[in-house]
């Protein structure tokens, strides 16, 4: 039995019953997305834990708690309340019906890790020791230990930091809660900062990879936060295009942003044996296609360019032969043609 559960059933009992009196185990099930058995024995559960749930049988009967009962969070800061639901992220709120999916079956936006450094900040730790010790003492043991049921390591195994750095991080969370437009500081590969005014709409997460979405003169955009270099609230207030979703938003924004890194298709042949190296390079990239004489098979790769998908497959050497387009082969030809030079014959 799961103590967030439980939790999730006591506050929709007070939120329902505030409004419409007594639940039925039904519309708890509906609810939490659980089986009219599980929503009964967790009523059960909450009443024998002491929580003053009750239950009137019969018709027009159902579950409420005595007297109007409340579950109290005393002692939360506005910016410990910030902190809380920007780590929770939108998955932490079920939207009924909501039967929208990303193309290239990729996850749902909404049940992405959120920006880096969110989880260690002090405000967050204060806020959820708050929340802990304002829980029924019956559920404290597994909220605590839940608490220490994972670790995440950001480095992989090179060693090297795959959380990028995001200095500043609570600026642009302040500026997305309250509404304020920024004057914004960014740095794109290669290129000086430059300085721009954006509408801060929301804050997204890629592979680990934190975003600020924010509308601007040139429509909604998307800025990685560890190329931000400022941010300056102008006291203006954001103006929100009408309708304006962030799930929705981002999902359209990943699909331009992917469709641009798989722009162009590479087709080949290589080695069978090859196969595993491929799938390591290249993931979802990859298509194999039929079986080829002596061991080889056909494939396909996509990528941003026929030019970096050749200079990807260069290191394969012989195993694989590129067939289509003539860019790809044109750029191996380069490749073999300048290493030749740079180390003469093997």
Known sequence: MRADRLVATLLFLQARGQAHGRVTAAEVAAELEVSERTARRDLEALASAGVPVYSQPGRGGGWSLVGGARTDLTGLTAGEIRALFLVAGPSSV??????????????????????????????????????????????????????????????????????ASTPHLDALQRAVVDGIQIRLGYARPGKPAGERT???????????????????????????????????????????????????????????????????????????????????????????????????????????????????LAGLGARVEVLDPPQARERLARLAAELAATYGPP
């Open 94 to 163: 079920h939207v009924a019906g909501d039967s929208t999916s990303p193309s290239r079956s990729s996850p749902t936006p909404g049940s992405s890790p959120p920006p880096p450094g969110l989880s260690t900040t002090p405000e967050l730790r204060t806020a959820l020791r708050k929340l802990v010790r304002a829980l029924p003492a019956t559920f404290r043991p597994g909220a605590e230990a839940a608490s220490k049921a994972g670790v995440t390591d950001s480095t992989d195994w090179s060693r090297s930091t795959v959380t």
């Open 198 to 312: 954006v509408h801060p709409l929301g804050l997204a997460s890629k592979a680990g990879v934190g975003y600020l979405v924010a509308d601007t003169d040139h429509g909604l955009r998307t800025f990685r936060l560890s190329r931000v270099t400022s941010v300056e609230p102008t006291g203006d207030p954001v103006v929100r295009p009408e309708g304006f979703d962030l799930a929705t938003a981002w999902r359209s924004l990943a699909t331009r942003m992917e469709d641009r890194m798989l722009a162009a298709t590479v087709r080949g042949r290589a080695e069978r044996s090859a196969e595993p190296v491929l799938e390591g390079l290249f993931g979802g990239r990859l298509r194999t296609g039929r079986s080829l004489p002596d061991g080889w098979m056909e494939i396909e790769v996509d990528g941003p360019s026929p030019e970096v998908v050749a200079a990807q």
